[in-house]
């Protein structure tokens, strides 16, 4: 459905007002937000439903909502810019007055759906803003005859996975492992998880959006246009604009699949095991998808440490039909039928966002069950197997940090190697070996700002230095959905955005996706650090 604004304004005309002392009574209104109050008692209908709704600092459950999903909990602090209005629609009349009350007066707007945000941008800035906070629209529809679900802005993979589990095990959605990532902001990176290899991106399964544009329009698939859809798919979505609802493609599964789980210190061949998996790994069968977990441990009571690759691996099929795979390609691995279960798809998610899978499926969508973290952390692509020279350099400086570090290996390739870098704006496609995610925890100190916790950000960006020449390069990569504002965020030229913008996405998909966001949203309403710009010329005159 497309609202023009002219009936979107003469709808609010016709809502009837109440005084502002009467809704400053109810609103417990501050100065800073009165205007946007005002605004809100001018264009809504139901004043007492819009009450419960919006929360400004002198409400005593501002910071409890505010907090709800502040994640990680590093950005969870005092000091940290906090908005001048939370407004939690539960519709999208309300959305929209939200939106021209922001506008009308000067706020900046940011969108909040999970709070899985690396950086806080979804929920902190450095000027006044309104957060739209979507915790009330995470509806679930899942139509298992067709294989397709509608998923509302605000819902969590948690919720989506465990809605999935409760009509089919035979259907599921390529989506993340962690259950407290919001679905929107997950796809609107374009979004990768257990079954890319065998199925691509999450964003790669999306069939259509429900979109709400700067205007107030509401718009589909077909009323957007092929170019704005493509950006809403790995572009980051809240660059331009509010998803609304998000109609998936679900996919086959098998009713029970293999998970399997091994381990190997340095002492145990871990650097050559390590060395083999690139090669072996992302040509396998992509019915397998193995994460790769390392951390540094002391060995035993000694202060000698070593290092501990930890193998985990998902196959889409039983014990039986792995087993023999893995002999013949990788029997270096020493994948048993001992360390192998077979179990519902809902259950590898429990185990690889670190439930027991004996643990209820209802937990995933319990979003106060699902931990806090806190971490600073950074990524990068691998096409080009590191030598063993390279990995015990890497080793040695892991050695040099207080054991607070974990990286992550994720294998590509399989379905992968099908699609162009520019299918949808997310490049890193054909010739990716794996994605590495390496990142510092902070879960031991009061904030990120303690003398350890400096120390922590200090090592991890000297080990990023110590990681270049091992990873990709011109541009380096990385990946959106990890932001991560080391890389720059300033967008006054093209030249200053293309440090950050050309390792997300490369320069042909940036670009594409400046001149849409220069069509979508000229006045550059939707923005935050990274967001895509917007420039006073054509990239063509630059």
């Not at 293999?258 to 090669?279: C, N, P, R």
Request: hydrophobic share 40%.
């Amino acid at each position: 459905m497309n609202i023009s604004r002219s009936v979107f304004l003469l709808v609010l005309a016709l809502s009837f007002c109440v005084s502002f002392g009467a809704l400053s009574s109810i609103f417990d209104v501050t100065s800073t937000s009165e205007d946007f109050i005002t605004c809100l008692q001018s264009n809504s209908n139901n004043v007492t439903t819009i009450s419960q709704l919006v929360f400004t600092p002198a409400n005593t459950s501002y910071i409890p909502v505010w907090q709800a999903a502040a994640d990680p909990i590093r950005f969870n602090k005092s000091y940290i810019p906090k908005p001048s209005v939370i407004v939690t629609p539960t519709d999208e009349t309300q959305i929209q007055t939200a939106l021209l009350c922001a506008k009308k007066h000067g706020y900046e707007f940011r969108i909040r759906d999970g709070g899985h945000d690396f950086e806080g941008n979804s929920y902190t800035a450095n000027a006044p803003f309104v957060m739209l906070d979507l915790v009330h629209m995470r509806a679930i529809e899942i139509n298992v005859e067709n294989r397709t679900a509608l998923v509302q802005g605000g819902a969590l993979l948690g919720e989506l996975y465990y809605t999935i589990s409760q009509k089919t095990d035979t259907l599921y959605f390529p989506a993340g492992i962690w259950a407290g990532v919001g679905v929107s902001g997950f796809l609107s990176g374009g979004g990768y998880g257990n079954l890319l290899r065998k199925y691509g991106l999450g964003a790669d399964n999306v069939l259509d959006i429900r979109f709400m544009d700067v205007n107030g329009n509401i718009l589909d698939r077909k009323s957007m246009g092929e170019d704005l859809f493509w950006a809403l798919r790995g572009g980051g979505a809240s660059s331009f604009g509010i998803v609304l609802q998000w109609k998936l493609n679900l996919v086959p599964v098998p009713e029970r699949v293999t998970l399997f789980m091994v381990s190997y210190t340095l002492e145990q061949g871990a650097t050559d095991i390590f060395h083999k998996y690139q090669y072996v790994l992302p040509k396998f069968d992509r019915d397998l998808l193995i994460r790769v977990q390392l951390n540094t441990e002391y060995i035993g009571n000694t202060t000698q440490k070593t290092v501990r690759i930890l193998f985990h691996g998902i196959y889409q099929g039983n014990i039986d039909t792995l087993l023999p795979l893995l002999n013949q390609s990788f029997p270096e691995l020493n994948v048993t039928r001992e360390v192998c279960q077979e179990v519902r798809m809902v259950q590898t998610t429990l185990e690889f966002g670190g439930f027991n899978i004996s643990t209820p499926t209802s937990v995933l969508a319990n979003r106060s069950a699902i931990p806090k973290l806190s971490f600073k952390g950074k990524s990068d692509y691998v096409r080009t197997p590191i030598p063993r020279s390279g990995l015990r350099k890497l080793w040695r400086k892991m050695f040099e940090n207080d054991n607070s570090q974990t990286l992550f290996m994720y294998t590509f390739g399989g379905k992968m190697e099908e699609y162009s870098d520019t299918a949808i704006p997310y490049p890193h496609r054909a010739g990716v070996l794996y994605q590495v995610f390496k990142r510092v925890d902070f879960v031991d100190q009061p904030s990120d700002k303690t003398l350890i916790s400096l120390r922590r950000l200090a090592w991890l960006r000297s080990f990023d230095k110590t990681l270049e020449p091992y990873v990709t390069s011109n541009p380096r990569e990385a990946y959106m959905n990890y932001n991560d504002l080391d890389l720059g965020f300033d967008s006054a030229t093209y030249e200053e955005a293309s440090e950050w913008g050309e390792r997300y996405w490369k320069r042909e998909n940036f670009k594409k996706l400046i001149r849409i966001k220069a069509k979508v949203d000229p006045e550059n309403f939707f923005r935050h650090p990274q967001s895509i710009p917007v420039f006073s010329r054509p990239l063509s005159d630059m």
